[in-house]
């Protein structure tokens, strides 16, 4: 399950890459939130899958990368939580 997120989120973002600038692509800011993305299932729990930093600008694209998720994981909730930096 961890691979199909990994995935759909690299298409979006330069993740693992970057910590001194926001992860969406092609953006120069510095990052403002961190964002960490997460599954839960009853068997294994919490499990982090990956952080995401972004700017102000791009931190609403969170709702979007949420939404695409929930549509392709069907076992398991897909979460997300945003925190300052």
């Known amino acids: 399950m ?3 997120i990994t995935k759909i989120i690299s298409q979006l973002y330069d ?3 970057f910590k001194e600038r926001c992860n969406s692509k092609a953006c120069e800011n ?3 939130k961190i964002v960490t993305v997460y599954s ?5 729990g919490r499990v ?3 952080n ?10 969170v709702a979007l990368l949420k939404n695409a998720l929930r549509h392709a994981v069907k076992n ?7 925190k300052n930096l």
């Open 76 to 82: 398991g909730i897909i979460e997300t939580e945003i």
């Open 2 to 4: 961890e691979t199909a």
């Open 40 to 44: 839960y299932t009853l068997s294994r």
């Open 15 to 17: 993740i693992g890459k």
């Open 48 to 50: 982090d899958i990956t």
């Open 52 to 61: 995401i930093y972004l700017c102000d600008a791009h931190v609403k694209s």
């Open 30 to 32: 510095a990052p403002t």
